[in-house]
């Protein structure tokens, strides 16, 4: 979406922050460790980008971001086109922590078409800042006829040894949230879920559920909750405290 990129940080901000939300809230488990090293390439790529376009002799100093961001863009667009079902190898940049020349090529050849189409005087709006907010703008790069380079195309990973690899970084963190839930739990102490669990009971703001599972926690240590019924504990303390709990 580079139109709505190029509307600046604080949109940008805004847009991402609700997209959080709203990910988190369906599964907060893939924001994990691999979620955060793909996080890391995206601003390798963004500011490798962002050189590589201040070194080209077409560029005339001036709307680099939105020839970023435009060029990403379509590069995203072309491995889905023409990847023939292989994805972005996230994994190898990480490892170097750098893009390769190969890539560089590639952004090379999609970024002077940005730029020839954002400054193109036949634009329907004047300012090119603006032009590229627009979704025209966005129309006219997303339907320019661009080809995989060979070397690049090679770099290219098989998607399900991405998505075994996302598979496991979602277990891994369901474990380690697991482990940090039932960790807390404990050090809470069964007299803190007792009053819990009369509290939310006096006030009739607790499930049939949601006792049992306070219950096992207030008989701690003769009854252990699981990790799976520490994370449940947490949604019911977190639903009490809101209500006017207090410790």
């Not at 954002?118 to 997303?142: A, G, L, Q, Y």
């Not at 703001?205 to 699981?226: G, T, Y």
Request: net charge negative.
């Amino acid at each position: 979406m580079p139109h709505t990129v190029s509307y600046g940080a604080q949109k940008n901000f805004n847009a991402f922050e609700e997209w959080v939300r709203q990910e988190w809230e369906r599964a907060k488990d893939d924001f994990n460790e691999q979620y955060f090293q793909n996080l890391i390439v995206k601003a390798i790529l963004w500011k490798s980008t962002e050189r590589m376009v201040s070194d080209q002799a077409w560029y005339q100093k001036g709307y680099r971001a939105n020839i970023v961001a435009y060029t990403i863009a379509r590069l995203s667009l072309l491995i889905e086109d023409k990847g023939r079902g292989k994805i972005f190898d996230f994994k190898s940049i990480w490892d170097r922590q750098q893009i390769s020349q190969a890539l560089i090529r590639q952004i090379e050849i999609i970024a002077e078409e940005v730029f020839d189409i954002i400054t193109d005087t036949s634009r329907p709006v004047e300012n090119v800042t603006e032009w590229c907010k627009r979704k025209m703008c966005w129309d006219k790069v997303e339907s320019l006829e661009l080809s995989l380079r060979p070397d690049f195309a090679n770099e290219l990973v098989d998607k399900g040894e991405h998505l075994i690899a996302v598979r496991e970084a979602r277990v891994t963190q369901k474990i380690d949230n697991g482990v940090e839930a039932q960790t807390f739990v404990f050090k809470r102490g069964a007299l803190y879920w007792q009053r819990l669990l009369e509290w939310g009971h006096d006030r009739r703001i607790l499930s049939p559920d949601e006792e049992s599972f306070v219950r096992v926690a207030a008989q701690m240590p003769h009854k252990i909750p699981s990790e799976k019924q520490c994370m449940k504990i947490l949604v019911i303390m977190e639903k009490v405290e809101a209500d006017g709990f207090a410790e």
